[in-house]
């Protein structure tokens, strides 16, 4: 490590104390390190140095922190070969001045007082200026980078093209015109109260972004008129807003003496009424979160009223009867009602009455009948019954254990046998079919030996054109999907299908992968 060492001239130290006090001063009005301040002075003093004494020169100066003493020195590094002689010195010429020099080290020369000419005087005014404005700028950005997520108070400063600037007191936030209420006005010096977004460090110094829409919002609201969340008792699982309108609110508790509800509500509603104004009247309904998707459906579709429930875990879809009177409760005005429990829930809803689900089950009741009819020559009588005992496709009741179909009341043992025997051999007759057509399209025996890949989705891929592995692997899992017939893959499925045809390419080591199909597949 390079040493420095100084000579013992001391003619250029000067007391200055009041640069101390100046320092003090500037650092409790800017709310910044004392330090930073006398660092930003050390730097201007440096800088006119080198405006007297030549740019090239390396001129540093430096403030004593006890006694604001200045001190102006030249460094010149000490080296055994001369290549620059304003930066550089010999070390033979050096030893000369301070004999205990070695290379690598400095020799550091005092240099007399600068006397601030105004030029002078203003550049080292325009250095101090911008050094402490970016301490001031990083104590912003280090004060509010790890309040994201907190509610702060502020004054509306102006507005512009509805943008509102306001004054948080030792810096300015900017609350944009999308994420204020709808139909809320400010006027300059109105009080403020938001949701800080984001901060980020900008060219022009660190931006906070406040919002009143966020659903963090209306939570951060509640935790401060709500002990009970705020002191964790009750916790806030979901919030789920249109702004101004309406929103809804998922509350929990694992003390089961306690109900969540209602201290959110407050004595006469006192709680939520206080948030509500807050928001510009926004309508809230408050919400028992369940850890049952069904129940916290229901609830989340309150206040209308839920007959039957049916989860598809696969789809993440849940459809939800309700009775042919609640339709337009359940879903809302321009279903806001059905849209803010799907946001809450994180469920895609489907609501049906009572009478469509009635006539969808009598459908479905009759095309699975006539599939049966179809396929096994039966009467409608048995189809009927099949469908009615819970089967639904001719391989359904292919690979039924032979004495759980004799159960079936109606069905006796030859007659079970012979059913099937009639499913076992339509499924055999079709799926010649279909590997005769697969073979027509020109799909490989490659991709017909992966797991899953049934005659049916062979045939489809075909008439898609995709014949090869790396047709295959080249699609996503949901333009598989696409391409399948309905019903027949899960997306889950589909996944598992797209990897076993994309193992090849990481056969020997991943040697040959090709880097078009692993970027389409990164973007699907």
């Known amino acids: 490590m390079a040493m420095t060492k100084t000579t013992a001239d001391t003619s250029a130290v000067h007391a200055r104390p009041e640069l101390l006090q100046v320092a003090d001063i500037v650092a409790r009005d800017k709310n910044i390190e004392r330090d930073e301040v006398l660092e930003a002075m050390e730097q201007a003093i440096q800088k006119a140095g080198r405006s007297k004494y030549g740019h090239d020169h390396d001129i540093r100066a430096h403030i004593d922190r006890l006694t604001g003493e200045i001190t102006l020195a030249r460094y010149r590094e000490v080296v055994a070969s001369v290549e620059n002689e304003v930066l550089q010195i010999d070390l033979t010429v050096a030893r000369r001045r301070q004999p205990d020099l070695d290379v690598g080290d400095f020799l550091i020369e005092t240099l007399p007082p600068v006397d601030f000419g ?96 966020h659903p963090g919002f209306m939570a951060k609201l509640f935790a401060q008129e709500v002990p009970e969340i705020y002191e964790g008792i009750i916790e806030i699982k979901s919030v789920a807003r249109d702004p101004g309108s309406r929103a809804k609110f998922a509350v929990y508790t694992r003390d089961s003496g306690i109900d969540p509800v209602g201290p959110c509500i407050g004595m006469r509603g006192s709680r939520v009424q206080a948030v509500v104004a807050e928001l510009q009247g926004e309508k809230i309904d408050i919400i028992q979160w369940s850890p049952d998707p069904a129940t916290f459906v229901v609830n989340a579709l309150a206040p209308a009223e839920v007959t039957k429930v049916v989860l598809d875990e696969e789809a993440n879809r849940i459809e939800v009867v309700v009775p042919d009177d609640q339709l337009s409760l359940a879903i809302g005005r321009r279903g806001q009602n059905v849209r803010l429990a799907s946001q809450l829930t994180g469920w895609d809803i489907d609501i049906l009455t009572e009478d ?44 039924v254990p032979p004495d759980e179909l004799a159960e079936i009341e109606g069905l006796d043992s030859d007659l079970a046998e012979e059913l099937r025997s009639r499913a076992l051999n339509y499924i055999t007759v079709r799926d010649e079919e279909l590997s005769r057509r697969r073979l027509d399209l020109g799909v490989g025996d490659d991709v017909a030996a992966i797991d899953g890949v049934t005659p049916a989705l062979l045939v489809a891929l075909g008439e898609n054109g995709v014949k090869t592995l790396d047709d295959l692997a080249d699609l996503s899992s949901g333009e598989l999907l696409d391409l399948a017939p309905a019903g027949a893959l899960t997306a889950a499925r589909a996944e598992d299908i797209i990897m076993a045809a994309r193992s090849h390419w990481f056969e020997d080591g991943g040697a040959g992968v090709p880097a078009a199909p692993d970027a389409k597949a990164a973007g699907s």
Do not use: W
Request: charged fraction near 35%.
């Open 118 to 213: 105004r030029i002078a005087a203003q550049t080292a005014k325009q250095v101090i200026v911008h050094k402490v404005r970016e301490a001031e700028r990083r104590r912003q950005f280090d004060e509010f980078k790890d309040r994201i997520g907190d509610i702060v108070n502020g004054l509306v400063k102006r507005v512009e093209f509805g943008n509102v600037i306001v004054d948080l007191g030792r810096t300015e936030a900017l609350l944009r015109r999308e994420e204020t209420i709808p139909r809320e006005h400010f006027n300059t010096g109105d009080r403020v109260r938001a949701y800080i977004l984001d901060v980020r460090e900008e060219p022009r110094g660190p931006q906070v972004f406040l919002s009143r829409t």
């Open 356 to 399: 469509e689900e009635s006539q969808r089950r009598n459908e479905e009741f009759r095309v699975r009948s006539q599939t049966f009819i179809d396929a096994l020559n039966v009467d409608d009588v048995i189809a009927h019954l099949l469908v009615t005992e819970g089967f639904t496709t001719i391989e359904d009741l292919a690979f």
